[in-house]
């Protein structure tokens, strides 16, 4: 966790099975909300990104990153790998989930 952050008393971080949640420096989640990571995939969010209200977040079997003074308003929904693909034939794993990358708006309008 980084240094002055505001983190709204609603907000739920969790991270199970050797997962991780990073946070830079004065990052804010405001109201509402569920941050979690779980079996060894993480959220990263860098320093001096702001998100409003009603987010949720999920961080299974891929990563979230957002980059470095992003902005985000109301009802952010962002789920990576909560969903399994499972081959009918062999009962195996096979979702292949892209990770959640979002750095600033240069990046945006490549």
């Keep these: ?10 907000i739920d971080l969790t991270a199970k099975n050797n997962s991780e949640i990073r946070f830079g420096n004065k990052v804010q989640v405001r109201r509402s909300g569920k941050i979690y990571a779980c079996d060894f995939w993480g959220i990263n969010i860098e320093k001096g990104t702001t998100f409003c209200k009603y987010l949720y977040m999920d961080s299974e079997k891929s990563q979230i990153y957002i980059g ?41 309008r490549k």
């Design 1 to 10: 966790m980084g240094e002055n952050n505001k983190i709204g008393e609603s």
């Design 68 to 108: 470095e003074d992003c902005m985000f308003s109301h009802y952010v929904k962002l789920n990576v790998g909560s969903h399994r693909l499972i081959n009918k034939n062999d009962g195996t794993d096979i979702t292949n989930p892209a990770k959640v990358l979002r750095s600033n708006i240069e990046w945006f």
